[in-house]
């Protein structure tokens, strides 16, 4: 929001004027007029709407007259108009509740919200249920096509966060009764399927969407249950892989009102990168590999207790130090650590600049499995799961192929506007993995451009933070449009040049190491 | 409407450029940026919102492809959307209807068109079936107040709204399910038993009702049976007395968007009056009493077959000659005829300025009963009844009663702005009374000014025509709000000099007989 002081609650109590011979407005007129003045922008004249559902409209006037001309409102918009949602006795304050919800194809995290002081109440996260039926997005929407397929996917999801709703008003004492707003940020398949709408399209050459900006639903519509009278905004998306929680992270981040060029990168199986300032934004999205997103490795997984987010090698004794979550006993490894892992071994020496095994970690680390080489980071008496923990040559190919391809992209991409990496103000990483990488490591092994750390700004969950500010502030809207009018959405060609730069890429750090200047290789 | 060209069709018929690699706007937002696009007016970069419900969004991408990408969509408006209420099939043109409705006290009056061409395909009208309940306004509003009043009265008007549309649609072999328009002009009590809003307050200082602008309603939440799509505009009302009914005749009249000034004059039991032109609307009410309704003489009735609408009397002779509705044998006399009565008598010379009888009827003619002296119009073996119709001394005075109130209302009116009758370009004469009207008449009896005939226009039922136009252009919506933000309501107060100039103008013409030169009377 450019004027920080201008942001405004969609809950507003309103006192007005009682009428009077002279001043002969209706009710509900009264109250709506209050409510756009309310809205307004200061020293605007623009034209504001406020509708209400038929059912309200008729309890307003004794409700005006029972609370003496107060009245405690919730609005929200709905494309156009905004929305009176729900009118509340001014003088006994209930609860009023919004809800933001991050709808990943892997984790749904939720965040209820009082919209009163706009404080967090409570966050969950729980497993998309969806994950029973296919574990990824293409595996969905083939179930999709399948009969019932459909609406069993979109039952899975509505009942999974219906049951949240309730552990999450649970946990803080609240009522889903409450709850009047939603906002749901998520990419486009899992929103589609999310609102029942058939993704049969989405993976299909010209690979549209059914829409793009679904605008604000009835959550009765959608099944969700809170209160009868809520809605739901749907953040929209650019295209079938350029979702809302795009948008939604965008317009978190602030890149599409900052002044100077900045870049953001939301890492997972899919590179989603947005570059621009607030003149201009540009987007790309590529497959990065799953190699990140800790889906390959034997030991790799998502980031939980015990998962080992950090690694520490040292470069003479190329012994190794570990750090787990919670500092439980090691289970796993996940992106974070994974980076941290191949920068460590890069750095100490023990992988070449092919990423290939030296030999140097000495040979009661090294061992040999059907003919692949295996680095035992955790030794089977240390981990939970009483095996070694392990990485093998394969998942380091794995992980410099995924690491290539970051970077190309965002060659490509800054490259395409003729930005060079060194004119960026800023370096945005967004995501749960966003927030524990280490940008020195990540450089280290050449997957992010050699900038000084301090240019790298972990989000956390962007697309979260993006539907509380929708929740939080009526200007949000209108800047979800923007954003999303703002785009141009470049559709990434793997052609002879980006297969080069990908080629170059695939060293560690890279094949021009005067790219990366800060990157000191243990030469012993 | 100022740009006549510019008009548009709630009805419009879309041929998209399919999806492409390069162009993969999702199915729904390419169909609403062609209706974008075509609402748009010309030069204007006006931001339009269309929203649709959810439940048809679902559809859509599948109608759209079976159509291979041509659509044809019934649009409306609510608020500060435009609402996709319909998508058909271009290739088998359904039909396409919209209902205008004139919500009358007395009747009701519907007009059914063709969305495609903007015909009338049918017009039928029918007794406001909460006559049964009470005659007027005022009954209706005390009898909602007892239990189940308001439900009832608004189950008479919507079953018989209901039933009216089968009959509608039988007359031109149409179905109700194809209507999915509606546009509603009443008054303001009437459209509040409408939607079953209490009336409550609009008799009650500070006489203020529910809501001014209701927007547009879906006609289920209405319980009005067309298709279960469709949506009703209301016309919205300025207050208690000052309906929608106004509005839309303003609309009709064009008044609002008129380089001179001129006025516009509705006259029922209450006398409207509305004086502006495209810049500014100055409105007021004022009981002109029901003497022009038809409502208190013996014989006095509303509009219909046998009904005298017409009345010649020989200045010479005193011979009175008839006309009377489909040349049926009379059976009463209604405003028209008794204002052309009033005005033969008046110039033939047969009562005197003060309205009296003056005895130069002929004794045949003139009877006493009760005391109070009658003119036989139509003698017992010529009329229906097999009575005498007559009209009386007390007939006359109430007449001249009423006629001055209006006079006194439009000098009221036109003085506060400063504006005098011979500025008027135009004097419009609105509801069924204005379409019978004799001008020449009503200034005989000094009721309206004495300005060339050729500036009264009779608008016929005006209120029934805006809600056409509301049907069949996109641009009324605007105008309406318009007109409604436009108008300054100037309360009557009847004080002094309103008491003043009311009894100068209890003579016929007026005791200033140079305001009427044209008046002539036989002085024999």
Redesign the interface.
Same mark, same amino acid.
């Given at each position: 929001m450019t004027n920080k002081e201008e942001k405004k609650s969609w809950v507003q109590t309103v006192s007005l004027t009682p +009428?009077?011979?002279q #001043?002969?407005?209706?009710? =509900? #007129?009264r109250l709506l007029e209050a409510l756009k003045s309310r809205l307004r922008t200061k020293g605007s004249d623009e *034209? =504001? /709407? =406020? @509708?209400i559902d /038929? !059912?309200l $409209?008729?309890t307003?006037?004794?409700l005006l007259r029972k609370w003496n001309y107060k009245a405690c409102c919730v609005l929200f918009k *709905?494309? &156009? *108009?905004c929305v009176l949602i729900k009118v509340l006795d001014p003088d006994k304050p209930a609860p009023i509740l919004g809800l933001a919800v991050d709808l990943g194809t892997t984790r749904v995290v939720l965040r209820l919200i009082d919209l009163y002081t706009n404080k967090v109440k409570s966050e969950l996260a729980f497993d998309n249920p969806q994950i029973s039926v296919g574990p990824d997005i293409l595996a969905r929407i083939h179930f999709a096509e399948q009969e019932d397929g459909l609406s069993r996917l979109n039952n899975l999801i509505i009942e999974g966060l219906n049951k949240a709703v309730l552990r999450i008003c649970g946990s803080c004492n609240s009522d889903p009764e409450d709850i009047y707003l939603l906002a749901v940020a998520g990419n486009t398949a899992m929103t589609h399927l999310f609102? &029942? $709408? #058939?993704p049969h399209?989405i993976i299909r @050459? +010209?690979? =549209? +969407? %059914? %829409? *793009?900006? +679904? &605008?604000t $639903?009835?959550t009765k !519509?959608l099944g969700i249950k809170v209160n009868p009278s809520a809605r739901a905004l749907i953040f929209p998306?650019i &295209?079938?892989y350029f979702g809302g929680d795009l948008i939604s992270g965008i317009m978190f981040s602030g890149l599409n009102e900052s002044e100077d060029t900045a870049i953001l990168v939301d890492v997972g199986t899919n590179a989603e990168v947005v570059l621009g300032n607030k003149n201009w934004l540009i987007a790309c999205a590529g497959a990065a590999g799953p190699a990140l997103e800790g889906g390959v490795t034997k030991m790799g997984m998502m980031a939980g207790p015990g998962v080992i987010d950090g690694v520490f090698i040292d470069p003479v004794t190329k012994n190794i130090t570990i750090h787990s979550i919670d500092d439980k006993k090691p289970i796993g490894i996940c992106g974070s650590g994974l980076i941290d892992l191949a920068a460590g071994l890069f750095t100490s020496g023990m992988i070449d600049i092919r990423g290939k095994f030296t030999g140097s970690a000495g040979n009661s680390c090294l061992t040999e499995k059907n003919g692949i080489m295996h680095l035992v980071i955790v030794p089977s008496k240390d981990s939970t799961t009483g095996e070694d923990l392990t990485i093998s040559q394969t998942d380091l190919d794995s992980l410099i192929r995924s690491k290539a391809a970051m970077y190309t992209i965002l060659e490509t991409i800054t490259s395409s506007v003729g930005v060079g990496f060194s004119d960026l103000c800023r370096f945005y990483v967004a995501g749960t993995f966003g927030s524990f990488i280490k940008p020195e490591s990540a450089i280290a092994i050449g997957m992010i451009p050699d900038l000084p750390v301090e240019k790298y700004k972990p989000l956390g969950n962007s697309s979260l933070g993006g539907a509380v500010m929708a929740l939080t502030s009526t200007l949000c809207f209108d800047e979800i449009e923007k954003i999303r009018n703002q785009i141009t959405y470049m @559709?990434l060609n793997v052609n002879q040049e980006f297969m080069n730069l990908f080629s170059a890429a695939k060293f560690l750090p890279h094949t021009d190491l005067s790219l990366f200047p800060s990157v000191k290789i243990n030469q012993d």
């Amino acid at each position: 929001m450019t004027n920080k002081e201008e942001k405004k609650s969609w809950v507003q109590t309103v006192s007005l004027t009682p +009428p009077a011979l002279q #001043d002969n407005t209706a009710d =509900i #007129d009264r109250l709506l007029e209050a409510l756009k003045s309310r809205l307004r922008t200061k020293g605007s004249d623009e *034209n =504001i /709407f =406020i @509708e209400i559902d /038929f !059912d309200l $409209l008729k309890t307003i006037p004794g409700l005006l007259r029972k609370w003496n001309y107060k009245a405690c409102c919730v609005l929200f918009k *709905n494309r &156009g *108009n905004c929305v009176l949602i729900k009118v509340l006795d001014p003088d006994k304050p209930a609860p009023i509740l919004g809800l933001a919800v991050d709808l990943g194809t892997t984790r749904v995290v939720l965040r209820l919200i009082d919209l009163y002081t706009n404080k967090v109440k409570s966050e969950l996260a729980f497993d998309n249920p969806q994950i029973s039926v296919g574990p990824d997005i293409l595996a969905r929407i083939h179930f999709a096509e399948q009969e019932d397929g459909l609406s069993r996917l979109n039952n899975l999801i509505i009942e999974g966060l219906n049951k949240a709703v309730l552990r999450i008003c649970g946990s803080c004492n609240s009522d889903p009764e409450d709850i009047y707003l939603l906002a749901v940020a998520g990419n486009t398949a899992m929103t589609h399927l999310f609102m &029942g $709408l #058939d993704p049969h399209w989405i993976i299909r @050459e +010209p690979y =549209i +969407p %059914v %829409v *793009n900006s +679904p &605008g604000t $639903l009835k959550t009765k !519509d959608l099944g969700i249950k809170v209160n009868p009278s809520a809605r739901a905004l749907i953040f929209p998306n650019i &295209g079938s892989y350029f979702g809302g929680d795009l948008i939604s992270g965008i317009m978190f981040s602030g890149l599409n009102e900052s002044e100077d060029t900045a870049i953001l990168v939301d890492v997972g199986t899919n590179a989603e990168v947005v570059l621009g300032n607030k003149n201009w934004l540009i987007a790309c999205a590529g497959a990065a590999g799953p190699a990140l997103e800790g889906g390959v490795t034997k030991m790799g997984m998502m980031a939980g207790p015990g998962v080992i987010d950090g690694v520490f090698i040292d470069p003479v004794t190329k012994n190794i130090t570990i750090h787990s979550i919670d500092d439980k006993k090691p289970i796993g490894i996940c992106g974070s650590g994974l980076i941290d892992l191949a920068a460590g071994l890069f750095t100490s020496g023990m992988i070449d600049i092919r990423g290939k095994f030296t030999g140097s970690a000495g040979n009661s680390c090294l061992t040999e499995k059907n003919g692949i080489m295996h680095l035992v980071i955790v030794p089977s008496k240390d981990s939970t799961t009483g095996e070694d923990l392990t990485i093998s040559q394969t998942d380091l190919d794995s992980l410099i192929r995924s690491k290539a391809a970051m970077y190309t992209i965002l060659e490509t991409i800054t490259s395409s506007v003729g930005v060079g990496f060194s004119d960026l103000c800023r370096f945005y990483v967004a995501g749960t993995f966003g927030s524990f990488i280490k940008p020195e490591s990540a450089i280290a092994i050449g997957m992010i451009p050699d900038l000084p750390v301090e240019k790298y700004k972990p989000l956390g969950n962007s697309s979260l933070g993006g539907a509380v500010m929708a929740l939080t502030s009526t200007l949000c809207f209108d800047e979800i449009e923007k954003i999303r009018n703002q785009i141009t959405y470049m @559709e990434l060609n793997v052609n002879q040049e980006f297969m080069n730069l990908f080629s170059a890429a695939k060293f560690l750090p890279h094949t021009d190491l005067s790219l990366f200047p800060s990157v000191k290789i243990n030469q012993d």
